[in-house]
């Protein structure tokens, strides 16, 4: 069984940042976050491949970055630029090569944006 363990989120205020970190059992292919606010449905932040290869969702282009040490099978997430819609659970994902939906799931961090 593949266990994620977030660490991060909190209070930011409105333009600060903020960093999560997820950490995995094991080496997945693919890692990142979604994010979940109260009444919507949940959205892509980022994903990367062991190898690096990124994928932003279209709201978090340009003000977050998510990167990867494959060597503690563990992904960051820096978010820079922060706003009030970003207030949301921030869940962390992984899944295998080959697979289209996520398999593996963190227990959720909740960032809030703030002032």
């Known amino acids: 069984q593949v266990q994620l363990v977030n660490s991060g989120g909190g209070l930011v205020q409105p333009g600060g940042s903020l960093r999560l970190s997820c950490a995995a059992s094991?080496?997945?292919?693919?890692m990142g976050w979604f994010r979940q606010a109260p009444g919507k449905q949940r959205e892509l932040v980022a994903t990367?491949?062991?190898?690096?290869?990124?994928n932003y969702g279209d709201s978090t282009k340009g003000r977050f970055t998510i990167s990867r040490d494959n060597a503690k099978n563990t992904v960051y997430l820096q978010m820079n630029s922060l706003k009030a819609e970003d207030t949301a659970v921030y869940y962390c994902?992984?899944?295998?090569?080959?697979?289209?939906?996520?398999?593996?799931w963190g227990q959720g961090t909740q960032v809030t944006v703030s002032s």
């Open positions: 994902a992984g899944r295998r090569q080959g697979m289209v939906q996520y398999e593996y």
């Open positions: 094991k080496t997945i292919f693919r």
């Open positions: 990367i491949t062991a190898g690096g290869v990124t």
